[in-house]
Nanobody
Framework: QVQVVESGGGLVQAGGSLRLSCAAS????????MGWFRQAPGKEREFVAA????????LYVDSVEGRFTISRDNAKNTVYLQMNSLKPEDTAVYYC????????????????WGQGTQVTVSS
């Protein structure tokens, strides 16, 4: 079993940057695909980015491609989401999740979820 805890959210102006971190427990972190999702008020949870076990493969939703970067450090059991050129529409609660698959992008493909961290982008 894996437990994940997000951090790094906050309030930032449009055009600014934030880096989210997700610390995971367990000795088998490197055997989990990791992902970031977000959920804005009144909307469904949305896939943002995912990374494979080794970090060699990444996936992004079109709306963040070129602005966000997902990475992982298996020695530290941590996955990151670097968010640049933030827009007001990026405002949401961001969730980290772990998947037993090498890599996944659907909500149902992830087995363990964090509690989320709020990101607010002001215009």
């Amino acid at each position: 079993q894996v437990q994940v805890v997000e951090s790094g959210g906050g309030l930032v102006q449009a055009g600014g940057s934030l880096r989210l971190s997700c610390a995971a427990s367990g000795r088998t972190f490197s055997r989990y695909g990791m992902g970031w999702f977000r959920q804005a008020p009144g909307k469904e949870r949305e896939f943002v980015a995912a990374i494979s076990w080794s970090g060699g493969r990444t996936l992004y939703v079109d709306s963040v491609e070129g602005r966000f970067t997902i990475s992982r450090d298996n020695a530290k059991n941590t996955v990151y989401l670097q968010m640049n050129s933030l827009k007001p529409e990026d405002t949401a609660v961001y969730y980290c999740a772990a998947s037993r698959a090498v890599i996944a992008r659907d909500v149902v493909g992830f087995d363990y979820w964090g509690q989320g961290t709020q990101v607010t982008v002001s215009s």
